[in-house]
């Protein structure tokens, strides 16, 4: 009797690379000349990552240097979810940048009809915040692996928990 096989598909995020990619941030702009006397702030709270600078200008350079933190920390920015920039007091400008972790429902929905869709004996499922995929033999999986890998669903996959 053949046994089934299965993996995750996860969204995930190292918070702790996140909290090591703001403080990099701040260290780098505090020591920047183009930064001097300037009211420039990174600050992680929780899934948060709240910006704030003298003007829109120097706010975008913050979240160029954000990001290149993030990046060279191995965590895609597909991950990151921007909020609109707003005035905050005495002119200064703020965005809040959402570190996006897991799978929602709709990219769920998503995932799984990109499955069906490609014609794989596989069958896929939605948990929490992943989705199961089960199939007859690890061929099959592997082939729903790399048919994933091409596919853009806006958010950065990773492939766990493979059993045969």
Known sequence: MAKDCSFDVVSEVDMQEVDNAVNQTVKEVGQRFD????????????????????????????????QAKIIKRGISLKNLDYGKVESGFSGTSRQIVTVKKGIDKEKAKDVISYIKSSKLKVQAQ??????????????????????????????????????S
């Open 35 to 66: 930064f001097r006397g300037s009211k420039s702030t990174v600050t992680l709270e929780g899934v948060q990552i709240k910006v704030v600078s003298d003007d829109d200008h120097k706010l975008k350079n913050v979240i160029e240097i954000l």
């Open 126 to 163: 939605f948990q929490d915040d992943q989705v199961r995929v089960i199939g007859k033999n690890k061929d099959d999986l592997q082939n729903a692996i790399a048919q994933l890998r091409q596919h853009d669903f806006g958010i950065d996959l990773q492939f766990v928990n493979f059993r």
